[in-house]
């Protein structure tokens, strides 16, 4: 969970739903996604699974931290989202290195010459902001320029 | 397995219509259908109603304006596929001997929309986090042009001719020729489609009276044969709808080619699930139509013109005639009807003797998509 919380409300944050990341702090160097692991087949999942729906095994889900590195497979850029997206904003569908994939959107993209197969980094940023100011933050990904 | 027939079809204008009600709307193409059959509405044994967001108890709030109430009338959503599965619901209680006569509706009221785009379902992760539809198409537009080298250029084909087509067919949304130009020089929505890459939100409704062979007989002189009614959903997938190639388009027309004894060379006329262009090329693909990364020629050698090797979206598709998405997938069907019985007008595709619809529905995050439906209709 979001270790930072801010009181004022014109900062007031929240995550996009709870239980699908936890921030860098003093235990972890950066970021991780929050999902869950077959205890036996130790296939990852994002967002956790109830059961494995690949092997239909109920039982075997643990809670699991992922690794936030990975690779765009695709992205664009949207000029005009919905209300609330910071527009133009780039969007990209991820390969994560630990197995799990998502669609994410990524931060300090301007001027980072997109391409598919870009190593990117995990990174907890703003996804879009409600109308009374509120937050609403979860995984965007960031490339990585000097890899 | 019993035939099954479509001995009726009723279509509203597609567009705008703010001052019609979505209920109203639906019944009128309900009737059109009845009265083009020749049907008695005590007649019909069960309906089935596909919309995404037209709320409970949809088909008998439009059905009972006619007073056809008692019988059995079931809802069904599925995205943009609701169409198909309405359609799919009557094709089976009539096969199963449950019904002889049913009729398909589909509708949707759409023009209160949120900007152009579809209303935000809070439930959908991939959704939540930015992914309007435009995004996953340009994502798909992307692996397209990174693996076969498609070009802006053939995309915009695309939507020159669905506009071209739709210019006779007085049902459509959009009424206006376009050239290659004017699509890459529209506002960019999400890169690489711009605004006229991009199908229109629509109001409208269609509908479809269908019939076992005995009913057909004995209502309509010229039925058209439903020769296959295949409905796929969308399997797990790593990055859910960011594909090259729609895998199941793939299964749902092999299922339904199989069904037909029929094959891609065989089809006519195909009413395809077009809601941006990027989705055009990769569907010819999908269908059979050409090889995988030969969309873009295909188009842009005029393949899939009126006249071509098979005559894609002559009605203007849902880039051009619009997109009520529970409308959708029925109104291809009866674009196909009218195509097959010679009847439809300027837009007429000549000699068409089969003809295949395609819709695919839902953007659901690690999913293919939520569903995908294959008809194919034979004269």
């Known amino acids: 969970m979001a270790e930072s919380v801010a009181s004022d409300a014109a900062t007031q944050q929240r995550p996009i739903r709870p239980g699908l990341f936890v921030e860098a702090g003093e235990t972890r160097e950066r970021p991780r996604l929050l999902g869950s692991r077959c205890r036996k087949s130790g296939q990852l999942f994002w967002p956790a699974e109830r059961m494995n729906p690949v092997t239909h095994e109920s039982g075997t889900m643990e809670p699991a931290e992922i690794e936030g590195g990975g690779h765009i497979v695709s992205y664009t850029v949207v000029q005009r989202g919905l209300p609330g997206y910071p527009s133009p904003y780039a969007i990209a569908a991820i390969q994560l290195d630990a197995g799990p994939s998502l669609i994410a959107q990524l931060e300090d993209w301007q001027g980072a010459a997109l391409r598919t197969g870009m190593a990117v980094r995990l990174v907890i940023g703003t996804i879009k902001t409600e109308r009374d100011g509120t937050r609403v933050t979860g995984p965007k990904f960031q490339p990585v320029v000097d890899a | ?379």
């Open chain 2, 1 to 379: 397995m019993s035939e099954v027939y479509v001995i009726g079809a009723g279509m509203t204008r597609f567009g705008p219509q703010p001052e019609a009600g979505v209920h109203d709307l639906a019944f009128d193409a309900a009737w059109a259908a009845l009265e083009e059959a020749g049907v008695e509405p005590g007649k019909v044994d069960i309906a089935f109603a596909g919309h995404a967001y037209q709320g409970p108890c949809f088909g008998q709030k439009v059905l009972m304006r006619g007073g056809l109430t008692g019988m059995p009338i079931l809802n069904v959503e599925n995205a943009c596929a609701s169409g198909a599965s309405a359609v799919l619901g009557i094709v089976q209680a009539i096969r199963s001997g449950a019904a002889e006569i049913g009729i398909a509706i589909g509708a949707e009221k759409l023009s209160t929309p949120a900007g152009g785009f579809l209303p935000t379902v809070a439930d959908d992760l991939d959704s939540s986090m930015g992914r309007v539809m435009p995004a996953a198409f340009a994502m798909q537009a992307r692996l397209h042009m990174d693996r076969y080298g498609t070009t802006r250029e053939q995309m915009a084909m695309v939507a020159v001719k669905n506009r071209r087509n739709a210019l006779r067919n007085p049902r459509c949304h959009m009424q206006k020729e376009v050239t290659i130009e004017e699509v890459l020089a529209a506002p960019m929505i999400a890169d690489p489609l711009t605004r006229l890459s991009c199908c229109p939100v629509s109001d409208g409704a269609a509908a479809l009276v269908i019939a076992s062979a005995r009913a057909a007989r004995k209502y309509n002189p010229r039925p058209v044969r439903i020769a296959a009614s295949v409905l796929v959903s969308g399997l797990r997938t790593p990055h859910g709808i960011v594909d090259d190639k729609s895998e199941m388009s793939i299964r749902a027309s092999r299922k339904a080619y199989e069904a037909a004894g029929l094959g891609p060379d065989d089809v006519d006329v195909c009413e395809m699930h077009d809601p941006f262009t990027i989705a055009e090329i990769i569907h010819y693909e999908d269908l059979g139509f050409c090889a995988p990364g030969e969309g873009g020629r295909f188009v842009e050698d005029g393949r899939s013109a009126i006249g071509g090797a098979v005559a894609v979206s002559p009605s203007g598709g849902l880039l051009a005639k619009g997109h009520p998405l529970g409308a959708t997938g029925v109104a291809q069907i009866a674009e196909l009807y009218w195509q097959l019985r010679g009847v439809a007008g300027g837009y007429q595709v000549p000699g068409a003797r089969v003809g295949l619809a395609h819709t695919v529905g839902g953007g659901v995050s690690q999913l293919e998509s939520g569903a995908c439906g294959v008809h194919i209709l034979v004269a």
